[in-house]
């Protein structure tokens, strides 16, 4: 199976610190995306980073990619409360548009 | 955009009947997607379509699920008969952007009694 996996399966921390969440996956990618999912809602898109790059930032969040090593981590900084979610990393297929999700890391955020 | 839409919500049904899910994904969106998530299985994509086409269902359960998508702007996932075990959120995901970025919907609460 290409699906990646999440590492921390959960995470707790105090506002304000930063949160670090691992994806590990199997085969080659194009591309990796990170993924946020509140209880009870849709997954929504947070960061795309493609195979040839290793770093990328988006507001609070960091994403690096580490191709050799077929893992990704996600960075979320000085965390909030409203960041309480779970995070899933999702990898392409080579010639298919479907995606293979992880397991997701459930991460709250301590006020 | 509204977004990805799904009805209903909720759904609340008996063992045997007949369930029908519906997506209608964004405007101008070539690929359509149908995962299901349990606690204990997590996010599991059943079927997806590119261009109305399905593509590999190879994730569809058993003979009991059914998924068509007659259009561009509509597709429906059946469940006859449902089960106990079918409970489970059902989501329906579009995408149509050069890297593949998925919009999901709200999903859909299936509960079998």
């Known amino acids: 199976s290409q699906q990646g996996e999440e590492d921390p399966q959960a995470l707790s921390i105090q506002e304000g610190e930063n949160a670090t969440m691992n994806c590990s996956y199997k085969t080659s990618i194009n591309n990796l995306q990170w993924y946020r999912q509140n209880s009870g809602r849709g997954l929504v898109h947070l960061i795309l980073i493609r195979s040839n790059e290793r770093e990328k930032h988006s507001g609070r969040l960091r994403v690096t990619l580490d191709t050799s090593k077929k893992s990704s981590s996600l960075l979320i900084t000085a965390s909030r409360a409203a960041d309480t979610a779970s995070y899933f990393c999702a990898t392409d297929a080579a010639g298919a548009n479907n995606l293979f999700f992880g397991t997701g890391t459930r991460l709250t955020v301590i006020p | ?113």
């Not at chain 2, 919500?9 to 029908?20: I, K, L, P």
């Not at chain 2, 149908?34 to 299985?41: G, L, P």
């Not at chain 2, 509509?74 to 593949?100: H, M, W």
Request: aromatic letters at 10%; hydrophobic letters at 35%.
């Open chain 2, 1 to 113: 955009d509204a977004g990805v839409i799904q009805s209903p919500r909720h759904e609340v049904t008996e063992m045997g009947q007949e369930v029908t899910l519906r997506c209608k994904p964004i405007s101008g969106h070539n690929s359509l997607f149908w995962y299901r998530q349990t606690m204990m299985r997590g996010l599991e994509l059943l079927i997806y379509f590119n261009n109305n086409v399905p593509i590999d269902d190879s994730g569809m359960p058993e003979d009991r699920f059914s998924a068509k998508m007659p259009n561009a702007s509509f597709s429906t996932l059946k469940i006859q008969p449902s089960e106990p075990r079918d409970s489970a959120v059902y989501f329906c995901a579009s995408s149509g952007t050069r890297y593949n970025e998925q919009f999901f919907g709200p999903g859909t609460r299936l509960t079998v009694l």
